[in-house]
């Protein structure tokens, strides 16, 4: 397979101006039929025309009304060629036979119980019929829908239903036309027995917009909280951006097989069903809130997105960054803003940073794909939306705004790249931004070294800040937040040496490899706060002591450097036990680190949230990447002997929080599930113990929650314990919920995440099991994504778990090769494991490439991976 590269993009020799599509749905073959205007970028020389199209049986081939004839064109695997064409417009008509009911990789036209939805970001529309599937081409789509009506009652396409009507043999038909010119992978189409939850939203110019939750009938109660989310994205773009609605009405369709999140396609979006469908019996605290995110994440993409698109691949994290920022911004007003930013810098370098340590690290903006799909990855999206937090943090809020609204005015309706944006964003600023553009050419973690320095004498405190280059990479652009604590725990007045003002935090802006700051009148040796709210994608090294931690960990202002504290105060105790276990030392917890969490614990103070937050500590994939190999069994038993003394400690604390917090009763409001989130960690603590009493507790808690955060909660304790409890539970839990897919997901998650040794046996068991069905990209990650994500359980020494692994991703390559290729990415990280464990799985690695037939997908992971 041949590498496409960011250097060599040109423009497009054509655009289609207009394309109007006709779908004649059947079971046994679909008919599309196309006729496309299209233009020639240039009328004074010839050059053929270069479809895009797969899977596709041409049927009939028109070019300005008449039929070509077979030497007229060619047509290989993956093009229909066209040597001559007119140098003026003309328009273009084909008909191609597809079979949505065999696509089992979920992308183009395909089947999902019973109803027919698509998928066309990136490259599926080729899928579908032949086009220039690139996103420089905007085309007008009207598309007509033809179906049997009792089977598919209801046919939906983008924009507006301009006609229906009746065929005398029990089909009928709906034509939609999309007043917006878009890109071909926001093309959506939908028909099945669908039931419509509705709604309307009066926009701020007062037009109103009707709002369609389409989902199987059987879920029509689960669709009120995403209606609701939808509503709140839409005030919300309006009053943080100015950005309203455009269409008269906005569908949202929830389909069981999806292999993303959802997709924005122009006024249809299609979503994976577990981001619309919630009950509170049915749904997690946090499946809500993400519906709550994902639904605006899809909303918001209608300006940054589909108003303003990517000129080509390579730029998609202008799209994608700058609306995931949308989102977690949108989120933390909607929730808590500490909360939020805690979770989302716990994905960012639990699976970023590690992504920028393995063979597929690539800058957010890459130089080259084998695979687009490839390229949807949480350094193109998460790191994406920590530049874009960037912009925000170097320009103030209202400099991004301004960035924002220029950006818009320049190119509403056109196909523009990151460097457009950082332009809008320097212009509206008149602001030098030019080294900014590092961030979207170097891959990897910047590290920045610092050292502080107190003057009693002068009353001065400086800091040194020295930036790690790598080879051929240059200095970064980096604001650091910074913040002085006094011994009184409160932040000191901040001066710098050229400042007359004074702040609590300052943003001091790193352009050189290094650079000292001096702050003046301070009048003692403070203790600094580093990095607030993590002003920057990095990481930091400043060393500390323990004590110094466990003072920040209590009195930091700065709600995330608090909980940060207690992260790298929990990160020094583990791995200072674990030498003396590799010692063969007794191990022992530092009462300093006992009585900080103690002090957490008993903080009255505290939001429940956060306090939830600080008692949870580093997973063992995250301690393992500060690892320059990963010690798999000794940070297993270590963080496993850790919480266990927690639980000992405090086991009074644990159970009056516990108590305190259990009766609450259930609501969505965030109150209520920050006293759910404390009484969830705390059942989870005292179930370490595995005694007759806290297993009642958590029997107790399963069978009595009205809610399911409550008895998901509880089952995953009840797995660990060692008595009849479990297997009592786990048939109850199943019983219930058989009949619902996205909640029978969570009964494969909870087993697969055991830490009891018999994990991996039970994953091959359930993988046998009636309801298991590897086609369904939702089952599929419940079970094995999630085992995969269990450290000690998956990286097991005997490699049994790597060989099931590979055997699962040569299935998927030919059923779902994008479905495969994130499974086989487990297996990047292959060399920061010791040899025995590098050779297992190199072993996997090499028996898959060396597989025939293996798909683009797997094979640029692999590849890249074995290198
Ligand atoms: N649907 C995916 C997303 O919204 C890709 N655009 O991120
Ligand atoms: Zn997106």
Redesign the pocket.
């Known amino acids: 397979p041949q590498a496409i590269y960011r250097k060599d993009y040109h423009q497009p020799d054509f655009f289609i101006e207009s394309i109007d599509l006709h779908f004649s749905l059947d079971e046994d073959v679909t008919l599309v039929h196309s006729q496309m205007v299209i233009r020639p970028r240039t009328t004074n020389q010839t050059v053929p025309l270069v479809l895009q199209g797969e899977s596709l049986v041409l049927k009939n081939l028109k070019l300005n009304g008449q039929v070509l004839n077979t030497h007229d064109y060619q047509v290989d695997k993956i093009h229909l060629t066209i040597p001559t064409v007119p140098t003026q417009s003309f328009t273009l008509e084909t008909i191609v036979e597809i079979k949505p009911q065999e696509n089992t990789a979920l992308t183009g036209l395909y089947k999902s119980s019973g109803n027919y939805c698509t998928q066309c970001?990136a490259e599926g529309f080729r899928r579908i019929t032949y086009f220039l599937d690139r996103p420089d081409v905007m085309a007008r789509y009207t598309t007509t829908i033809v179906a049997d009506k009792n089977r598919y009652p209801v046919l939906l396409s983008n924009g507006n239903r301009v006609e229906y009507g009746e065929l005398t043999d029990g089909r009928h038909w709906v034509k939609w036309a999309d007043p917006f010119p878009k890109p071909s992978y926001l093309f959506a189409l939908v028909a099945g027995n669908l039931h419509c939850h509705g709604g309307k939203f009066v926009t701020r110019s007062g037009r109103e917009v009707r709002l369609e939750i389409w989902v199987e009938p059987q879920n029509h109660d689960q669709c009120e909280h995403a209606l609701q989310s939808l509503a709140k994205a839409m005030r919300w773009d309006e009053e943080r951006f100015g950005l309203e609605y455009d269409l008269d009405i906005y569908m949202i369709v929830a389909v069981s097989d999806f292999n993303?999140?959802?997709?924005?396609n122009k006024g249809l979006n299609v979503f994976n069903a577990k981001f619309v469908l919630c009950r509170p019996d049915t749904a997690t605290d946090d499946d809500y809130e993400n519906i709550e995110a994902v639904i605006a994440?899809?909303y918001f993409?209608n300006w940054t997105g589909n108003r303003v698109t990517c000129r080509d691949w390579f730029q998609l994290t202008l799209k994608?960054g700058l609306?995931v920022f949308r989102d977690q911004s949108f989120t933390e007003e909607m929730t808590s803003a500490a909360v939020k930013r805690i979770q989302d810098v716990r994905i960012l370098r639990t699976s970023q940073f590690a992504e920028d340590q393995s063979p597929m690290a690539h800058p957010i903006r890459p130089e080259s794909y084998i695979e687009m799909n490839n390229f949807?990855t949480v350094t193109v999206y998460n790191k994406g939306a920590e530049v874009i937090r960037l912009y925000q943090t170097l320009l103030g809020k209202d400099g991004f705004r301004r960035g924002m609204d220029l950006y818009f005015q320049r190119h509403d309706g056109q196909a523009v790249t990151c460097d457009d944006f950082r332009a809008a964003m320097a212009d509206a600023n008149k602001m030098d931004l030019s080294q900014f553009e590092r961030w979207y050419d170097q891959a990897g973690t910047p590290v920045v070294d610092v050292l502080g320095t107190y003057n009693a004498l002068e009353k001065t405190y400086s800091l040194t800040l020295r930036q790690q280059i790598p080879a051929n990479l240059q200095a970064w652009h980096i604001p650091i937040a910074v913040g002085l604590l006094g011994k009184n725990g409160q932040d000191l007045p901040l001066q710098l040496a050229t400042e007359t003002n004074s702040n609590r935090t300052c943003i001091i802006e790193l352009r050189e490899v290094e650079q000292t700051v001096t702050f003046v009148n301070i009048p003692e040796a403070p203790i600094p706060s580093l990095l607030r709210h993590f002003s920057a994608p990095i990481k930091l090294n400043f060393s500390r002591q323990r004590e110094e931690l466990a003072f920040l960990m209590a009195h930091d202002s700065d709600p995330f450097n608090r909980w940060e504290a207690g992260q790298q105060l929990a990160q020094q105790v583990i791995f200072d036990l674990l030498a003396d276990w590799q010692a063969d030392k007794p191990l022992q917890l530092d009462p300093l680190f006992s009585n900080a969490v103690l002090k957490i614990l008993q903080d009255t103070q505290l939001e429940g949230s956060i306090k939830a937050l600080m008692l949870t500590l580093p997973t063992e994939g995250f301690l393992g990447q500060q690892q320059a190999e990963v010690a798999v069994e000794g940070l297993f038993t270590v963080r496993q002997f850790v919480l266990q003394q927690l639980a000992q400690d405090h086991y009074t604390q644990w159970l009056t929080i516990y108590k305190a917090n259990h009766h609450t009763p259930y609501s969505n409001e965030a109150s209520a599930i920050a006293c759910r989130r404390l009484k969830n960690v705390a059942l989870h603590y005292l179930c370490r113990l595995d005694t007759a009493e806290t297993t009642a507790l958590a029997e107790q808690q399963f069978t009595q929650s009205d809610n399911m955060t409550d008895q998901q909660s509880a089952l995953s304790c009840l797995v660990n314990t060692t008595g009849t409890a479990k297997t009592i539970a786990l048939t109850r839990f199943y019983t219930q919920w058989k009949e619902n897919p996205l909640v029978l997901d969570k009964w494969f998650s909870v087993q697969a995440m055991s830490y009891l040794p018999d994990t991996f046996e039970n994953v091959q068991a359930l993988l046998q099991h009636s309801d298991f069905n590897l086609k369904n990209p939702n089952r599929a990650r419940s079970l094995l994504a999630v085992f995969s994500q269990n450290q000690a359980q998956f990286h097991r020494a005997d490699g049994l778990a790597y060989q099931l692994q590979a055997d699962i991703v040569l299935q998927l390559n030919t059923l779902n090769p994008q479905i495969a290729s994130r499974f086989v990415s487990v297996f990047n990280h292959w060399r920061r494991f010791d040899p025995a464990r590098q050779a297992l799985m190199q072993t996997q690695l090499t028996r898959i490439i060396q597989h025939p037939d293996l798909s683009k997908d797997v094979y640029e992971v692999v590849s890249k991976s074995l290198n």
């Open positions: 970001e993303m999140g959802a997709m924005e994440h899809e993409h994608e609306t949807y």
